[in-house]
């Protein structure tokens, strides 16, 4: 069975600039969820997704930050405009009802 | 609001002796409780899932336990290895909410 898949693994961008992570769920999770992973925390989630709709997203920063799954299969998510506190792993993860969370290897944004 | 934490931040130990790490939690009304493994650089790993109705899951060298009445999971590792050296992250589930530990990074020193 094929992991969660993420990209771009690294990204380097200036403050104010825009950038977007994309990321394929394991086939047939109906869940997905992005986190944002500071240096020395966990992850913090930002949205989660049941199929193609929104479920929680009263963590993101909703002024800069956008993400859709309009399939309800893969999905993105947007930063516009970066900030450097921005800088942070973000990690997809996906699960089918209560059997666990699966992560992906995770994107770590540099803002300059 | 659960809170999850986790003691201690950090861990080192020799090459063979058995470790526990610990996690506690606010809000002893979950659904289940996750631990994971993260090294340098790359995303989660899931290693034992312990449902709400379970007391302990067991994989080869590690055991997990978890006692909801007192808010607390340990996570014991056996005969530790270089190898197992990574961060470990313990998360809460309920309510389609899933909150995670700041995790304890470990060092197992040849």
């Known amino acids: 069975e094929a992991g969660v898949a993420q990209s771009p693994r690294y990204k380097i961008i200036e403050k104010r600039q825009s950038v977007a992570f994309w990321c394929n769920p394991i086939s047939g999770h109906a869940t997905l969820y992005w986190y944002q992973q500071i240096l020395g925390q966990g992850p913090k989630l930002l949205i989660q997704f049941q199929n193609n709709g929104v479920v929680d997203d009263s963590q993101l920063p909703k002024d800069r930050f956008s993400a859709e799954r309009l399939k309800g299969v893969d999905s993105t998510l947007k930063i516009q405009p970066a900030k450097l506190e921005d800088s942070a792993v973000y990690l997809c993860?996906?699960?089918?009802?209560?059997?666990?969370?699966?992560f992906g290897p995770g994107t770590r944004l540099l803002v300059l | 609001k659960q809170e999850v934490t986790q003691i201690p931040a950090a861990l080192s130990v020799p090459e063979g002796e058995n470790l526990v790490l610990n996690c506690s939690f606010t809000d002893s009304a979950i659904y289940n409780l996750q631990w994971f493994r993260q090294d340098p650089g790359k995303g989660l790993t899931s290693l034992l899932l312990?449902?709400?109705?379970?007391r302990e899951q067991t994989s080869g060298r590690l055991n997990a336990s978890l006692d909801k009445s007192s808010g607390r999971s340990t996570l014991y590792i056996a005969a530790s290895q270089p190898g197992d050296s990574a961060t470990y992250l313990c998360?809460?589930?309920?309510?389609?909410?899933?909150?995670f530990g700041a995790g304890t990074r470990l060092t197992v020193k040849p």
């Open positions: 312990i449902q709400s109705s379970q």
């Open positions: 993860a996906s699960s089918l009802g209560a059997s666990g969370q699966y």
């Open positions: 998360a809460s589930y309920n309510n389609n909410d899933m909150r």
